[in-house]
């Protein structure tokens, strides 16, 4: 059963074995550069172990203190300084003999405790059971503002202040009232005000009875823009005496 499979008309004639043809092998043309930049950075030692370096002598170990840094040499004008006088005497030192006095230390000393007053005690607070002490005075419970002289009073440069800030404002007061003389303007005095005010409401009265008077079918011309028209006064007249009612100062042009 083998044998039939082998048997073919192909394989009557002989075959030649072809061989790949492999293509050639890529070489950069960065080669030859890459290669002479990496022989100039390379270490001695840097794939290939060790230099060959000179071994050092026997001789030369390493001594103590050989590592530890050097001083300069001393200077002669640091040498020639003299040395800061002692605060305590030296003991060779001598005592000056030969020195009294006549003044009576006990008695002296007597009469300051007499005549001294006596030493105030300092000011503690307690703030365990088991006694611990701190001072009064730094702890800020102490109200020492309170007692100051000047406590209370209004300082200084605050009265300065609002008295600069009144006279700036009396300033623009007259700066304004001047401007609207320049420009004939006169200020509504509080009785012409009011009977301004009554005035307005009365006439909106009289064009709100009108307006009530109108026909429920306004079916024409006429009567529309009659209803038009008192809509547009009675608006009008709204809007003034808002306007009289919120600012209490006016002023008008002189005709």
Not at 70 to 81: C, D, F, G, I
Not at 135 to 155: A, F, H, N, Q, R
Not at 156 to 174: D, G, I, L
């Amino acid at each position: 059963m083998r044998m039939a499979t082998q048997e073919s008309v192909y394989n009557l004639l002989p075959r030649l074995e072809e061989k790949p043809v492999k293509p050639p092998r890529y070489i950069s043309t960065f080669r030859p550069s890459v290669k002479l930049e990496t022989e100039q950075s390379k270490a001695q030692w840097k794939t290939m172990g060790p230099a060959k370096v000179a071994v050092p002598s026997p001789t030369n170990f390493l001594k103590k203190h050989s590592k530890e840094p050097t001083l300069p040499a001393r200077k002669k004008e640091q040498e020639s300084k003299k040395l800061p006088a002692l605060s305590v005497p030296r003991r060779t030192d001598r005592p000056v003999m030969g020195i009294q006095s006549k003044k009576n230390f006990i008695k002296t000393n007597a009469v300051a405790a007499i005549t001294g007053l006596p030493k105030k005690p300092q000011h503690i607070y307690v703030d365990r059971r088991q006694g611990d002490k701190y001072l009064l005075e730094p702890s800020g419970l102490v109200p020492k503002y309170t007692k100051k002289k000047d406590y209370g009073i209004t300082p200084k440069y605050v009265t300065q202040r609002s008295e600069e800030m009144r006279k700036a404002q009396e300033e623009y007061e007259n700066k304004v009232l001047e401007h609207l003389k320049k420009k004939a303007m006169k200020q509504l005095s509080d009785e012409e005000r009011a009977h301004l005010l009554q005035g307005l409401k009365k006439k909106w009265e009289e064009v709100y009875r009108e307006f009530q008077c109108l026909s429920v079918e306004i079916d024409s011309v006429p009567k529309k823009l009659n209803k038009e028209k008192l809509e547009s006064q009675m608006k009008q007249l709204e809007h003034d005496i808002d306007v009289i009612e919120k600012h209490k100062v006016i002023y008008i042009a002189n005709e």
